[in-house]
């Protein structure tokens, strides 16, 4: 009789044993938090004309997650016809708040468009780079500036002085360049491949004048390997 006691006291004592051990001694779960990303822009960024899983900030997500990065769907402040000063009021009225891992801005053309001067562009442009930075928790490493598409090489904008469009558009992207040269952050010079548009017409969309998804998918080739590095 005795010894059937301590058998029972022995099993009974493994048996509280095992419930006692945490459930996340077998398996940790992950802690790892999804990055958040930022795309600041008009038009171009929030992809007229193209679905919304077309969209470059769209199509760059998908990319990242694709090489192992956990990252959310992209907040976009962005509308097309947008200048410097329009993103700019309409980021106060966003009040996004300060903690991205990636911040991008896409700005300009509608100031080209209007016959803003490139000096009143500068004067504006590096107050919006500096916001980027603040929403990137003012870590301008996690801050890159894409270049201004040239829509001279659209059927749009065949037809309307294409080599002012060129001169003026490159006028503008020299300004940006060289902000970012100065201080030291991400710039990425996409007008090549929009100058594209008429020898491949799958690269402009629907409308004539904005880039397809085609032409938003070749910008995020040309972008991703740094912006991993970015984002890591």
Same mark, same amino acid.
């Given at each position: 009789?005795?010894?059937?006691?301590?058998?029972? %006291?022995?099993?009974?004592?493994?048996?509280?044993?095992?419930?006692?051990?945490?459930?996340?001694?077998?398996? @940790? @779960?992950?802690?790892?938090?999804?990055?958040?990303?930022?795309?600041?822009?008009?038009?171009?960024?929030? +992809?007229?004309?193209?679905?919304?899983?077309?969209?470059?900030?769209?199509?760059?997500?998908? *990319?990242?997650?694709?090489?192992?990065?956990? !990252?959310?769907?992209? *907040? !976009?402040? %962005? *509308?097309?016809?947008?200048?410097?000063?329009?993103?700019d009021n309409a980021i106060n009225r966003?009040?996004?708040?300060?903690?991205?891992?990636?911040?991008?801005?896409?700005?300009?053309?509608?100031?080209?468009?209007?016959?803003?001067?490139?000096?009143?562009?500068?004067?504006?442009?590096?107050?919006?780079?500096?916001?980027?930075?603040?929403?990137?928790?003012g870590d301008k490493s996690k801050v890159?500036?894409?270049?201004?598409?040239?829509? +001279?090489?659209?059927?749009?904008?065949?037809?309307?002085?294409?080599?002012?469009?060129?001169?003026?558009?490159? @006028?503008?992207?020299?300004?940006?360049?060289?902000?970012?040269? %100065?201080?030291?952050?991400?710039?990425?010079? !996409?007008?090549? !491949?929009?100058?594209?548009?008429?020898?491949?017409?799958?690269?402009?969309?629907?409308d004539g004048l904005h880039p397809s998804?085609?032409?938003?998918?070749?910008?995020?080739?040309?972008?991703?390997?740094?912006?991993?590095?970015?984002?890591?």
């Open positions: 009789m005795k010894s059937i006691l301590i058998i029972i %006291a022995s099993i009974l004592m493994v048996q509280c044993t095992k419930k006692n051990i945490p459930a996340s001694s077998d398996k @940790e @779960e992950s802690s790892e938090v999804a990055l958040k990303y930022l795309a600041l822009g008009d038009s171009y960024t929030i +992809g007229e004309s193209v679905s919304s899983g077309e969209r470059w900030p769209v199509q760059l997500t998908e *990319q990242l997650k694709s090489k192992g990065l956990e !990252i959310s769907s992209p *907040q !976009i402040i %962005a *509308q097309t016809g947008w200048t410097t000063d329009e993103l966003a009040a996004p708040e300060k903690d991205f891992d990636l911040v991008s801005l896409l700005i300009g053309v509608n100031n080209q468009f209007r016959g803003r001067s490139v000096t009143d562009f500068k004067r504006e442009f590096e107050p919006l780079l500096d916001r980027a930075i603040a929403f990137a928790g890159f500036v894409v270049s201004i598409p040239d829509y +001279g090489f659209t059927p749009f904008g065949k037809g309307r002085n294409p080599e002012k469009i060129a001169k003026e558009i490159d @006028e503008y992207n020299q300004v940006q360049k060289d902000i970012c040269t %100065a201080r030291n952050i991400a710039f990425f010079d !996409i007008t090549p !491949i929009s100058r594209e548009g008429l020898k491949d017409p799958e690269l402009v969309a629907g998804g085609k032409m938003y998918g070749l910008w995020v080739d040309l972008m991703l390997n740094d912006i991993l590095t970015l984002a890591k």
